[in-house]
């Protein structure tokens, strides 16, 4: 079965018929604001694109992660008041997923409008371990709408009802978003330009070690920074500290550096503090250093410039977890620098979504200094360790 894409349905019709789309609106919200809408912004052309064909637009997405039941908490009105803002028309949002209200909205959206369900995750069938209760979810959405649209990347690696089974029901196509992701990420796992070089962040090894595993062999250089960096640091012998530290993977550590040491490329200085705050008092030591109760919560100056030297060489750049906590002031350099070197650079740089992309936003960086933002930091991971995404092989996609 060849991969369908909203190409195809355009050409097939939309005019009058209702079209399911399942988008990736997890958007970061403090408590009604949403504080980053970079995903809401990403799902854009799809939807605008079968809205002015005419089509009845039915968005599923969810939102944090409620416990199988509506909270308010997570409720989608924020994102349906943004999502029409950006499409300069109203968003009606129904007040649950696959019951009535979802029905009536189904019913009166006229050809052209865009209509939001309910945090789909507000029904315990989505994420269900049951094969037979997914498909009862997926077969009430799939009455909603007469097609099935896929572009939400962020989730394409999970078997959910709105992911996957639902695309085994209705006619299914693969969205704009879910086909650039793919396209862009083929170019890290094919034949990358080289000099290749990774930069991996985030707080743990155990997170991140299949990735690892899977792009050593392919890379030029691999960065490491962030928490999980200690883990890394303890493997060679030193003391880290109050730090991060994954005991459990001390050994594994070690045989990846025994292994690979010229090409894995580890914190020199880090940025220290007794407690994460953002008015405390602030080191930076050598990375052997660490005093012990302190915790190392970035990487620091000189390891910035040695990473940007390496950086600065690289054609291929792939960037996935931050430097450093850096939500807080005092710990935002790291990934600042960081993320400012792969811009600078000549390399084809991919940001791996998640807290990176969250990290380009918030910190001010000039999101066209990269080559591109992917919106799935679980799926980008998944995809570049070589794992099936299901919610693109059911749309008869390969990795």
């Known amino acids: 079965m060849a991969l369908k894409t909203l190409e ?30 970079g995903r809401v912004r990403a799902a854009l052309p799809t939807i605008r694109r079968l809205a002015q064909a005419g089509a009845k637009v039915i968005v599923a997405t969810h939102l944090g992660r409620p416990k199988g039941a509506p909270d308010p908490r997570y409720s989608l009105r ?24 979802a029905k009536s909205l189904a019913g009166s959206l006229a050809d052209g409008s865009v209509g ?8 315990p069938r989505e994420t269900s371990k049951s094969d037979t209760e997914r498909a009862e979810l997926a077969a009430e959405l799939a009455a909603l709408a007469e097609a099935f649209v896929s572009d939400g990347f962020g989730v394409v690696h999970r078997k959910q009802a709105s992911v996957y089974d639902v695309a085994r029901i209705l006619p299914a196509y693969a969205g704009d978003l879910v086909l650039k992701e793919l396209d862009v990420l083929r170019k890290l796992t094919g034949d990358p330009v080289r000099p290749y070089v990774v930069v991996l962040g985030g707080s743990k090894v155990s997170d991140k070690l299949a990735v690892i595993e899977a792009l050593l062999p392919k890379v030029d250089k691999l960065l490491i920074g962030g928490g999980m960096a200690f883990t890394f640091l303890a493997a060679q012998g030193h003391d880290v500290g109050g730090s991060l530290l994954e005991t459990d993977f001390v050994e594994t550590a070690r045989k990846l550096l025994d292994e690979h040491g010229e090409q894995i490329v580890l914190p020199v200085d880090v940025v220290i503090a007794e407690a994460l705050a953002a008015d405390v008092e602030v080191r930076t030591v050598p990375a052997d250093a660490i005093p012990a109760g302190w915790k190392g919560l970035d990487i620091g100056p000189r390891t910035v410039e040695l990473f940007a030297k390496v950086i600065a060489q690289a054609k291929t750049a792939f960037w996935n977890g931050p430097a450093g906590v850096f939500e807080l002031a005092p710990f935002a350099a790291g990934t600042r620098g960081v993320a400012q070197a792969i811009v600078d650079s000549d390399a084809f740089s991919v940001v791996g979504g998640g807290d990176s992309a969250a990290a380009v936003r918030l910190l001010g960086l000039p999101e066209d200094g990269f080559s591109h933002i992917s919106t799935g930091g679980g799926a980008s991971l998944e995809f570049l360790e070589g794992k099936d995404l299901p919610g693109v092989a059911v749309l008869g996609g390969e990795n």
């Open 78 to 101: 924020p994102v349906a008041g943004r999502l029409g803002e950006l499409l300069g028309a109203e968003v009606k949002l129904a007040g649950d997923v696959v019951g009535p209200e």
């Open 116 to 123: 939001l369900l309910e945090n789909v995750r507000f029904d």
């Open 8 to 37: 195809d349905l355009l050409d097939e019709g939309v005019s009058g018929r209702c079209v399911l789309v399942r988008a990736d609106l997890n958007v970061p919200l403090d408590d009604s604001t949403i504080t980053d809408d």
